[in-house]
């Protein structure tokens, strides 16, 4: 038995409201549990049986079994679960004190904040998400709902001009898909995708761990920003997602990805249009102009209208600038 869930709800070390590591009286972290508490989580959890208590039966949902469950007091991370209680009553009383766990809310809205918006958000950020994942403004704790709409609305994140260190890397499908989706294209239920993303080191629906394809702690060694994308976002994988880009892009095969690019080919003839179709497409209007003065280069190079709207895309969905999600 581990404690993985745990460590996915409120992490390894105590917080305060804005995310950053409460100290002891010798500057050292609090952890949030010790061996102790995995103890009691194992025997809180203990009870639960295969599906007809047939061995790796994986066609049903895991049953409980009171006669396998140890019917003792627990206490573990500051809750008590009284004698006697059956293996559904200890799972849910294990649970409830997990929800109510004071790092639950910066916990969680750090991570949020990190996969929707910005992998370094300020103090002042997490701390306003985390204060509304405590509270709603009408008593509720966890209204997901008010959290998310508190994280896309902040200040911080509707700021168009972003500081260097704002914004988050796509990785490799969330990528692909924003790239489809802002081109009003489509990717087929049966595509043959996934071994071309677990080339890329993310392998749909197989994870390595309960943190997803990549730490939410990975941060760049040198600058010590978060990035947990970059974990998997090496010089092969940046290779390897360019041509990949260009597979779609230059052959667009329907079987998989279906993309129309006529809008972009019938203002080809234009630099200047193409390149404002492309920068409202996939940039929002923001390219710097040396980003249109080498794109425009490049596009007059070309020698008809569906190689200049290829270029125009291909060298765009490559940049920083949509690389990064700002």
């Known amino acids: 038995m581990n404690i993985s869930p745990a460590r996915a709800c409120i992490g390894l070390n105590m917080l305060n409201l804005d995310g950053s590591q409460k100290l002891d009286a010798h500057g050292n972290p609090i952890p949030t549990y010790d061996q102790a ?19 790796e039966d994986f066609t049903g949902p895991l049953q409980p079994n009171d006669a396998n469950h140890d019917m003792t007091q627990k ?16 799972m849910n009383g294990y649970l ?29 950020y997490i701390r306003r998400v985390a204060s509304i994942f405590n509270n709603n403004g009408s008593g509720a704790r966890g209204d997901l709902r008010a959290v998310i709409t508190a994280i896309l609305t902040d200040p911080e994140a509707r700021n168009d001009a972003a500081p260097p260190a704002s914004g988050r890397l796509r990785d490799s499908i969330y990528n692909l898909v924003s790239f489809v989706r802002q081109l009003g ?15 890329m080191g993310q392998d749909p629906l197989t994870p390595p761990s309960v943190f997803s394809f990549y730490s939410p702690l990975y941060h760049d060694p040198k600058s010590k920003l978060f990035g947990p994308e970059f974990q ?23 079987t998989d990805v279906t993309l129309d690019f ?16 492309v920068d409202q497409a996939l940039l929002y209007g923001r390219m710097p102009q ?35 999600q700002y």
């Open 37 to 55: 508490t995995v103890h009691q989580v194992a025997l809180a959890l203990t009870g639960w049986i295969y599906k007809n208590n047939a061995w």
């Open 75 to 90: 206490t573990l991370l500051g809750c008590t679960l009284p004698a006697n209680q059956t293996t559904v009553q200890d």
């Open 96 to 124: 409830d004190c997990l929800f109510n766990h004071p790092n639950v809310g910066p916990f969680i809205s750090t991570r949020l904040i990190r996969s929707m918006v910005t992998s370094n958000p300020s103090a002042g």
């Open 185 to 199: 294209g489509s990717i087929t239920p049966d595509n043959g995708l996934p071994y071309l993303f677990a080339q």
């Open 232 to 254: 998997i976002y090496t010089p092969t994988e940046s290779v390897l997602r360019a041509n990949f880009f260009w597979e779609f892009i230059s052959n667009n095969p329907p």
């Open 262 to 277: 006529s809008s972009f080919v019938a203002v080809a003839g234009n630099i200047p249009q193409l390149i404002d179709a």
């Open 290 to 324: 040396p980003v249109r003065q080498s794109l425009a280069n490049a596009i007059a190079a070309q020698q008809d209208n569906a190689s200049r709207t290829q270029t125009a895309l291909y060298l765009t969905a490559l940049s920083g600038l949509y690389a990064v």
